[in-house]
């Protein structure tokens, strides 16, 4: 038993060690077009067994959808980030769903402002946050978990606007938080 706490400490140390390097790190994206269905694939596929029994999965991809202008390892990174945080928010269990689309404008909104972008929407059932902490969610450090460095979404926003996208939460106390990631097409101007 003290073996296996040993292990989870280390795994703990190693994982806050990952966090602190990647965010004092100053990244050069390296943006190539990039088929967005099968990167987020790749991503997800690794969690599927491992989250049988606790979370259901989805993923839920527009087709046919255009290829992305992104630099594959930042975009990763970002997503297992946001996912990461969505399955803490979930300790019971519950429904993580990722759906990728072309993005389109706000009701009312610019249309060139959704134009040649892609939306990752990463969904969870969980706790949710309140106004206030909604407010803080990307400020280095800040976390609503007992554990962890609050870098994670951090990194996520800074990875995804480094690829010239952009980053914003939706949340609500007891219902729940959707974290979209909206990413360059291939070809189109960032």
Same mark, same amino acid.
């Given at each position: 038993?003290?073996?296996?706490?040993?292990?989870?400490?280390?795994?703990?140390?190693?994982?806050?060690?990952?966090?602190?390097?990647?965010?004092?790190?100053?990244?050069?994206?390296?943006?190539?077009?990039?088929?967005?269905?099968?990167?987020?694939?790749?991503?997800?596929?690794?969690?599927?067994?491992?989250?049988?029994?606790?979370?259901?999965?989805?993923? /839920?991809?527009?087709?046919?959808?255009?290829?992305?202008?992104? /630099?594959?390892?930042?975009?990763?990174?970002?997503?297992?980030? !946001?996912?990461?945080?969505?399955?803490?928010?979930?300790?019971? #269990?519950?429904?993580?769903?990722?759906?990728?689309?072309?993005?389109?404008?706000?009701? *009312?909104?610019?249309?060139?402002?959704?134009?040649?972008?892609? $939306?990752?929407?990463?969904?969870?059932?969980?706790?949710?946050?309140?106004?206030?902490?909604?407010?803080?969610?990307? +400020?280095?450090?800040? $976390?609503?978990?007992?554990? *962890?460095? #609050?870098?994670?979404?951090?990194?996520?926003?800074?990875?995804? +606007?480094?690829? #010239?996208? $952009?980053? #914003?939460?939706?949340?609500?106390?007891?219902?729940?938080?959707?974290?979209?990631?909206? !990413?360059?097409?291939? *070809?189109?101007?960032?």
């Amino acid at each position: 038993m003290l073996f296996r706490s040993i292990l989870s400490q280390v795994t703990i140390l190693r994982h806050i060690s990952s966090e602190f390097s990647s965010f004092a790190s100053s990244p050069t994206a390296r943006p190539e077009v990039t088929d967005l269905a099968t990167l987020l694939e790749e991503v997800v596929d690794p969690y599927r067994t491992g989250l049988a029994q606790r979370v259901t999965l989805g993923l /839920d991809v527009q087709r046919p959808l255009p290829p992305a202008f992104v /630099d594959r390892t930042l975009f990763s990174r970002a997503l297992t980030n !946001v996912m990461e945080n969505a399955l803490h928010a979930m300790p019971g #269990g519950g429904s993580l769903s990722i759906r990728a689309v072309v993005a389109t404008p706000p009701v *009312g909104g610019d249309a060139v402002l959704a134009n040649g972008r892609i $939306s990752v929407e990463v969904s969870d059932t969980g706790m949710g946050m309140d106004a206030d902490a909604l407010a803080r969610i990307f +400020e280095p450090y800040f $976390s609503t978990k007992a554990t *962890g460095t #609050g870098l994670g979404l951090t990194i996520a926003k800074r990875n995804i +606007e480094l690829l #010239g996208g $952009s980053v #914003g939460v939706r949340s609500e106390r007891g219902h729940g938080t959707t974290v979209t990631l909206t !990413v360059p097409v291939a *070809g189109a101007a960032a």
